[in-house]
């Protein structure tokens, strides 16, 4: 369903209009990922007990998806001016956040040394009795 809507929301955008708030799109993504979650996140945390690495990890992990797509196209569907600037610069974050984050998820994971140890042991082998053999 999430992809749906990906594809769906992705009809919406226009890409001789998004080269033109791309530039200004990633200052924004990158104060978002770098600075303005990072700093929420250690000021929500503080009064738990996390170590520096956990938060740094929470930090990195981040929201996006499409409901910040979805919520950016509000304007455009009231018919407000200008409203596709706010629908780009989401969308380009979206990505950006998408591509960078999702991506290094699993290397942050063990670099910070929060990532827990596999359970499973790879595939098991079951044999199967078939009828007449």
Not at 64 to 82: C, D, N, T, Y
Request: hydrophobic content about 60%.
């Amino acid at each position: 369903a999430q992809i749906v809507m990906f594809v769906l929301l992705g009809l919406l955008v226009s890409p001789q209009r998004l080269m033109g708030s791309i530039g200004p799109a990633v200052v924004i993504a990158l104060a978002l990922m770098l600075v303005a979650r990072p700093v929420a996140v250690f000021v929500c945390l503080a009064p738990f007990r996390f170590n520096w690495r956990e938060r740094l990890f929470i930090a990195w992990v981040g929201l996006r998806g499409a409901v910040a797509i979805f919520l950016a196209s509000i304007p455009m569907l009231v018919g407000l001016s200008k409203a596709y600037l706010y629908f780009d610069v989401a969308f380009v974050v979206v990505l950006i956040s998408l591509m960078l984050q999702g991506w290094t998820l699993a290397p942050a994971a063990r670099k910070l040394h929060v990532a827990l140890p596999r359970t499973d042991r790879g595939p098991r082998r079951i044999e199967l009795d078939l009828p007449g053999q």
